[in-house]
């Protein structure tokens, strides 16, 4: 199979995913000069493919800069997306009218990375939780104030906190009020685009579990945009690992943490710490700068030199492997290696 049409799910599972993202690329112009002209692209996204089903949690991994957060964005068209097509429920997200979409985002929620910028710092918290009700009109007006005190205390917050503005809370406290907004219009689906990273640790495990609560209430699925390896192997139920706009490997959470095998999924597998100081691992180490996403996919740069650094560089360092970033330029299309898992053949693999 291709990343175009990958399996994203054993035959266990529905076989109707509830979101179906095909395809799916988002370039930004770069213009240059006096008269701007189009001169190349950013490929934020190139040609990315996944399923997310009912009640599931599907986690988006890879360093800072790959395009995790610009997918999410973009399948709910809060980014404008170059091509592809999403799906959800069956429907075209992508050629939903005006008056459609309006509807399609009662089930379709997204929770904001920066619980401080997040919301609106001249309104009250019950006015930022209410407002998406009001301009929905899914309750009478009257009805309003009680919804939101209720959203609040599931959340993990008092009823009274309605009365406060954003800067009187914790960061955790902060992100709790963008939950509640995000669960205010009942949706299926939340794009969770890196929802802890800038909470303490004490406080990310709490977040996590009342997510984690939410969706066993609620039946929702995520799409769970993270860096934190820990934090996806905790949370979610299949994994995808990009690396520069692509998805490079797809499995459920066992698989891929048992047995990675895209040299980039090892490589940040092998940079998360371990809480035992005793325990011996391979460590994998990336070579070279991170690549400009500008025409980073042509063919003319797919790599023709050692897939690894010379054998003297690697004796160095007895158990580390070193990976040349020009290695991981080279990713064709996924294929399955085993059922549910798919990964994209690296030169060596070839």
Same mark, same amino acid.
């Given at each position: 199979?291709?990343?175009?049409?990958?399996?994203?799910?054993?035959?266990?599972?529905?076989?109707?995913?509830?979101?179906?993202?095909?395809?799916?690329?988002?370039?930004?112009?770069?213009?240059?000069?006096?008269?701007?002209?189009?001169?190349?692209?950013?490929?934020?996204?190139?040609?990315?493919?996944?399923?997310?089903?009912?009640?599931?949690?599907?986690?988006?991994?890879?360093?800072?800069?790959?395009?995790?957060?610009?997918?999410?964005?973009?399948?709910?068209?809060?980014?404008?997306?170059?091509?592809?097509?999403?799906?959800?429920?069956?429907?075209?997200?992508?050629?939903?009218?005006?008056?459609?979409?309006?509807?399609?985002?009662?089930?379709?929620?997204?929770?904001?990375?920066?619980?401080?910028?997040?919301?609106?710092?001249?309104?009250? *918290?019950?006015?930022?939780?209410?407002?998406?009700?009001? $301009?929905?009109? !899914?309750?009478?007006?009257? %009805?309003?104030? &009680? /919804?939101?005190?209720?959203?609040?205390?599931?959340?993990?917050?008092?009823?009274?906190?309605?009365?406060?503005?954003?800067?009187?809370?914790?960061?955790?406290?902060?992100?709790?009020?963008?939950?509640?907004?995000?669960?205010?219009?009942?949706?299926?689906?939340?794009?969770?685009?890196?929802?802890?990273?800038?909470?303490?640790?004490?406080?990310?495990?709490?977040?996590?579990?009342?997510?984690?609560?939410?969706?066993?209430?609620?039946?929702?699925?995520?799409?769970?945009?993270?860096?934190?390896?820990? *934090?996806?192997?905790?949370?979610?139920?299949?994994?995808? $690992?990009?690396? !520069?706009?692509?998805?490079? %490997?797809?499995? &459920? /959470?066992?698989?891929?943490?048992?047995?990675?095998?895209?040299?980039?999924?090892?490589?940040?597998?092998?940079?998360?710490?371990?809480?035992?100081?005793?325990?011996?691992?391979?460590?994998?180490?990336?070579?070279?700068?991170?690549?400009?996403?500008?025409?980073?996919?042509?063919?003319?740069?797919?790599?023709?030199?050692?897939?690894?650094?010379?054998?003297?560089?690697?004796?160095?360092?007895?158990?580390?492997?070193?990976?040349?970033?020009?290695?991981?330029?080279?990713?064709?299309?996924?294929?399955? *290696?085993?059922?549910?898992?798919?990964?994209?053949?690296?030169?060596?693999?070839?």
């Amino acid at each position: 199979m291709t990343a175009s049409d990958p399996i994203a799910a054993s035959g266990s599972r529905p076989p109707q995913p509830l979101l179906q993202v095909r395809n799916l690329k988002t370039y930004f112009p770069v213009n240059r000069g006096l008269l701007k002209r189009h001169v190349g692209d950013v490929r934020a996204v190139d040609d990315v493919s996944f399923d997310v089903f009912e009640g599931e949690s599907l986690g988006l991994v890879g360093e800072s800069g790959c395009g995790k957060s610009t997918v999410g964005r973009s399948l709910l068209r809060l980014i404008p997306a170059t091509s592809g097509r999403v799906h959800f429920n069956g429907e075209d997200v992508f050629t939903a009218s005006r008056q459609r979409m309006r509807t399609l985002r009662r089930e379709m929620q997204i929770i904001f990375q920066d619980p401080v910028g997040s919301l609106n710092p001249r309104m009250t *918290v019950g006015r930022i939780v209410g407002e998406p009700m009001g $301009v929905h009109r !899914l309750h009478p007006r009257s %009805e309003i104030p &009680d /919804r939101v005190r209720e959203l609040l205390v599931k959340v993990g917050l008092q009823r009274d906190h309605a009365d406060r503005y954003p800067h009187e809370f914790s960061g955790g406290q902060r992100q709790r009020i963008g939950i509640a907004r995000a669960l205010s219009l009942g949706p299926a689906f939340i794009v969770c685009d890196e929802p802890v990273s800038a909470l303490d640790v004490s406080v990310q495990s709490q977040v996590l579990n009342l997510l984690n609560d939410l969706q066993d209430e609620f039946n929702l699925s995520y799409l769970f945009i993270a860096h934190n390896l820990a *934090v996806v192997e905790h949370f979610c139920d299949r994994i995808a $690992v990009m690396y !520069l706009g692509r998805i490079v %490997e797809l499995a &459920d /959470r066992d698989t891929l943490y048992r047995n990675p095998q895209h040299p980039y999924t090892r490589a940040l597998l092998s940079a998360a710490p371990m809480p035992d100081p005793d325990a011996q691992r391979r460590r994998i180490v990336l070579q070279g700068d991170v690549p400009s996403p500008i025409h980073l996919f042509k063919d003319s740069l797919a790599p023709t030199g050692p897939a690894t650094l010379p054998a003297d560089t690697t004796a160095q360092e007895p158990g580390v492997e070193y990976v040349t970033r020009q290695r991981l330029l080279h990713r064709p299309d996924l294929v399955e *290696v085993s059922p549910g898992h798919f990964v994209s053949p690296s030169p060596a693999d070839s």
